[in-house]
């Protein structure tokens, strides 16, 4: 519990490192769903529950690889989409947002204590927060509360 | 009759009145050698009786036999023919905007990876220069993730770095060059092949080989009377064995089923195999069997099978891309590669070509113009010992031993895995060629008329851990003894950040923090005494603790580990990584601990990477042969020490290239930029550099194998080495993880307000300078002989080793 405690701390203030536009597009490939606020309309609006690993504005090459990674993820390849990821990081090894992602799938794979180190990590690199903060946390309490209650906490 | 033989089948067959009378004339039988001769009809009945009982028990045997031999060539030429060594591949060349490369590199890699240049770019695997522009033409691959296919790409250059990408036109964010081959794990008969179906044979090289092997190939079923009458004849008429009658289904046979025995009953095997084999498969099955199986050649250990891995091999091609006459050499080289060896033999390789050619020609499977053509041309074989086709002993048996810990030895050895790995060729060229060059001028400098030294090196990358070039031994391509990973060598002073860090994160000591070199004596238990001296022989008195680690004071050091305690430090090895028993004796604060270079750098790798503890890593992704993922590794570690703590320790390491033993590097790169420490064992006897930038991480060692002393410190021994690897490499000056508070101090090592007559500034932990700044006047009130007390009340008084001595 602990740390799950301490991931969702990290997890918080990593949000900050991942360069997700305000207004996030709904993707309908993606069936859940729930509310968020737009910082700038400040109305409701679709959004997806579960990072989408493609979502940012990054290097072209690390934005290849995070897309590559999301549609292995959406295949239900997390392996596969670990590798994609791992590429993303070696061509910008000190991309914090990178390093969010994969402590996400590690978390999705079970992985807790790898993820809690990967956002260590992370952490190190963040350098500065953005205007996707708050979506991005909101994003995480969610998952959090339902990988919780699935666990039975 | 009058006959005393027992009844035999044909007579039990007889009615049993007939019996019962044999039986009663058996009773009044005259002597045996009478009966035989006046009966000559039954001593004929009697032998063919006995013909008869051995032609049925002979029929029996040969069909036992045959039903084994049947059994065994369906068995093994049913399914997967070929036990198939793991692949091996190096880390893809990833191009995309920003890189820095060099155009050197990108061609290097590219010749590495058999890529022609041309003038014309169209087809698969060559590249070539248009204007600024490079132009490649990317092969078709089965990466680990996907396939891709061949694509010509465009990529332009600024600054050393690639500006633009794009393919077909389109611009491109990322665009690997497929990975090169650096070994196989091989079974014990070291056999290496690439398969290939018939459909991608070019019906000249099929022709070619019937033609010239078998030409009734098509019209007989297994063995060839006509073909062992016609050998004969020619063997008699030239008195010696010039011509073979076997077909090729029997070559085949031979190769694949048995031995090189030369017995009759061998070939009697083989000749009832083979018409076995061509009663179950089709000729186009045998023949593409033939194809993949036929031995070609010899490249080190390694035994070239298949004219697939063969037309690689030999002239660095697909096959589908020979001409008539690299496809007759191929095929002339069939009947003996050893001694129509192109790359040895270039004139008998080119008769035989020839002769080829004059046979295709004849069968009109060619025009007598392309005949002509063909046979003009030059024998151009790659070069055999080119870096597309060697292998790299010292990181394939770390690949092996790493993969060993999740899979079986036989399966890496027989099902044709495909292994990628981090291994950077860049890299591992400029890391062999330092190893082999330094080392030889290090032997010329001491006056050594043989080979005497040896060396071992391992790169990694700094954030990843990827191992992206290892060498075990001055001769790289030497599969035995892998100093890299399994000699187990004093550290010397690279022990000592260890013990600077502990100091560090006890939070009592900064670098600032006064220490004593001055003569140090520790009693063992045995009652021996431990006084370990500095190199120069000198006491260097007070000093500052940066200063004692950067020019790598053995004194200081050990007090300083003696009061931080041995434990605290054994504990910091651990947690760095350290994977082994450290007994807790005073020695290790000065390296008397032994480790292989790979353990090094997995100690070092937790100070270049922050603070981040990871295990080397050389495998990026493991699939079956037909490209089913069954692993695929991403970055892993734990937080060992904070990154700020590991940014202050970095400082000292940096002061090492500052102004301590690795001083020469600031000249050579222009940078101090460099994190970095030499290490050299009691009697010189090893010598090594452990050193990073912003990228990599090196770690260097120099020794002999039978650890005698060598007249080279870690500074003049390893460092160069270290410093050829960075210079091809090119080196990235280090960024801070963290930033540090920094204050200049006083001669006491206190910090002080700026301008108040500080004397160097330093870093300090965020937050540990609180309050501890002193003022212009009380820097003023300070005098000399207070240091002794500064350094007291710092440290929290005195420990019990002060007590001690």
């Known amino acids: 519990m602990v740390r799950l405690v301490v991931l969702v701390l990290f997890i918080s203030i990593l949000t900050a490192c991942s360069s997700v536009p305000s207004g996030v597009k709904h993707d309908p490939k993606n069936q859940q769903s729930y509310e968020v606020q737009n910082k700038d309309s400040h109305k409701l609006i679709q959004q997806d529950d579960i990072l989408r690993l493609d979502e940012g504005k990054h290097h072209p090459a690390v934005q290849v690889l995070l897309t590559q990674a999301e549609d292995a993820r959406q295949q239900g390849l997390p392996l596969q989409a670990l590798s994609y990821i791992d590429r993303a990081r070696q061509i910008q090894p000190r991309n914090s947002a990178i390093f969010y992602r994969q402590a996400w799938l590690n978390y999705q794979l079970g992985e807790l204590q790898q993820a809690q180190q990967l956002l260590q990590r992370a952490r190190l690199f963040l350098r500065s927060s953005n205007d996707s903060y708050e979506i991005l946390q909101r994003r995480i309490k969610t998952l959090q509360k339902k990988i919780d209650a699935k666990r039975g906490y | ?805």
Request: charged share 25%; aromatic share 10%; hydrophobic share 40%.
């Open chain 2, 1 to 805: 009759m009058t006959t005393a033989k027992k009844p035999t089948r044909a007579s039990k067959s007889s009615t049993k009145k007939s019996a019962t009378s044999k039986k009663t004339v058996a009773k009044k039988k005259p002597p045996k050698s009478a009966s035989s001769k006046s009966n000559p009809r039954t001593w004929k009945q009697r032998c063919w009786s006995w013909c008869w009982r051995l032609s049925i028990l002979f029929i029996l045997v040969l069909g036992t036999w045959l039903v084994y031999l049947d059994a065994q060539v369906r068995s093994q030429f049913d399914g997967n023919k070929w036990t198939l060594p793991a692949k091996v591949y190096a880390r893809p060349l990833s191009l995309y905007p920003g890189l820095l490369l060099s155009a050197e590199q990108l061609k290097s890699e590219l010749l590495w990876n058999d890529y022609k240049a041309v003038s014309h770019v169209v087809t698969p695997g060559t590249y070539g220069r248009d204007g600024q522009d490079w132009i490649i033409y990317r092969r078709a691959f089965s990466f680990a993730d996907r396939n891709e296919a061949a694509v010509k790409v465009r990529l332009s250059f600024s600054a050393g770095r690639i500006a633009e990408l794009s393919v077909a036109g389109k611009t491109e964010g990322l665009v690997r060059i497929e990975p090169q081959y650096i070994g196989g794990i091989f079974p014990a008969h070291h056999e290496d092949r690439e398969l290939i179906t018939l459909q991608n044979v070019p019906p000249a090289l099929v022709a070619a080989l019937i033609a010239v092997e078998d030409r009734g190939y098509f019209e007989h079923y297994g063995i060839s009377i006509r073909g062992i009458l016609r050998a004969m004849k020619a063997n008699v008429a030239a008195g010696r064995t010039v011509q073979g009658g076997s077909t090729l289904t029997q070559q085949l046979v031979k190769n694949f089923f048995l031995t090189n025995e030369r017995s009759l009953r061998r070939k009697v095997k083989e000749a009832f195999m083979a018409l076995l084999l061509e009663l179950h498969y089709s000729k186009e099955e045998i023949i593409q069997a033939y194809l993949n199986e036929v031995y070609l050649g010899q490249a080190g250990r390694r035994s070239i099978h298949g004219i697939a891995l063969a037309s690689r091999f030999y002239f660095a091609k697909n096959v589908q891309q020979l001409d008539l006459s690299e496809i007759a050499l191929l095929v002339g080289m069939v009947k003996g590669p050893s001694y129509y060896n192109p790359f040895r033999k270039s004139d008998r390789a080119r008769e035989r070509r020839d002769v080829v050619l004059n046979v295709m020609a004849e069968l009109n499977i060619i025009s007598a113009a392309e005949r002509i053509n063909a046979q003009g041309k030059p024998i151009n074989v790659a070069k055999s010992g080119r870096a597309g086709q060697r292998e790299y002993p010292a990181f394939i048996q770390l690949v092996k031993r790493q993969l060993q810990t999740d899979y079986r030895l036989q399966d890496l050895q027989n099902t044709g895995l495909r292994i990628f790995t981090t291994l950077d060729p860049w890299l591992q060229h400029a890391t062999e060629k330092s190893v082999q060059q330094h080392v030889e001028s290090l032997e010329k400098r001491a006056g050594f008329s043989k080979p005497t030294l040896e060396a071992a090196a391992v790169v990694t990358s700094v954030d990843g851990a990827e191992v992206r070039a290892i060498v075990g031994s001055r001769r790289v391509r030497y599969f035995g003894f892998n100093r890299a990973l399994d000699a187990q060598r004093s550290i010397g002073s690279l022990a000592k950040p260890a013990v600077y860090l502990t100091a560090l994160a006890s939070g009592r000591y900064d670098w600032s923090s006064i220490v004593d070199d001055k003569a140090v004596s520790v009693a063992g238990q045995d009652g021996s005494l431990w006084q370990p001296k500095n190199y120069d022989k000198k006491d260097h008195g007070k000093v500052f603790m940066v200063d004692a680690m950067a020019k790598s004071y053995n004194q200081a050091t050990a007090r300083l580990g003696m009061k931080v305690g041995i434990g605290q430090v054994v504990e910091t090895f651990e947690r760095l990584g350290v994977d082994k028993f450290i007994p807790p004796y005073p020695s290790i604060l000065l390296g008397s601990l032994s480790m292989s270079p790979l353990e090094v750098t997995q100690m070092f790798q937790t100070y270049a990477s922050g603070g981040f503890a990871m295990k080397p890593r050389v495998i990026q992704a493991l699939t079956t042969h037909d490209n089913q993922v069954l692993t695929s590794y991403a970055v892993e570690g734990r937080q060992a020490y904070s990154p700020e703590l590991i940014e202050n320790l970095r400082y000292g390491l940096q002061q090492v290239v500052v102004q301590g033993t690795g001083k020469r590097l600031a000249k050579t790169f222009n940078t101090t930029k460099i994190a970095a420490k030499t290490g050299t064992s009691d009697e010189q006897r090893d010598a090594w550099f452990a050193g990073f930038d912003d990228r990599h991480l090196g770690v260097v060692w120099v020794g002999r194998d039978d650890n005698k002393p060598m007249p080279f410190t870690g500074a003049s021994g390893a460092l160069p080495i270290w410093q050829n690897i960075f210079k091809q490499s090119g080196l990235e000056p280090l960024t801070p993880l963290v930033d540090l508070e920094w204050a200049w101090v006083n001669a006491y090592g206190q910090p002080v307000e700026e301008d108040c007559g500080g004397i160097r500034k330093m870093p300090f932990n965020s937050g540990s300078l609180s309050g501890r700044e002193i003022s212009c006047d009380q820097q003023k009130a300070f005098s000399g002989p207070q240091i002794d007390l500064i350094e007291k009340e710092k440290q929290g008084g005195s420990s019990w080793f002060d007590w001690l001595f």
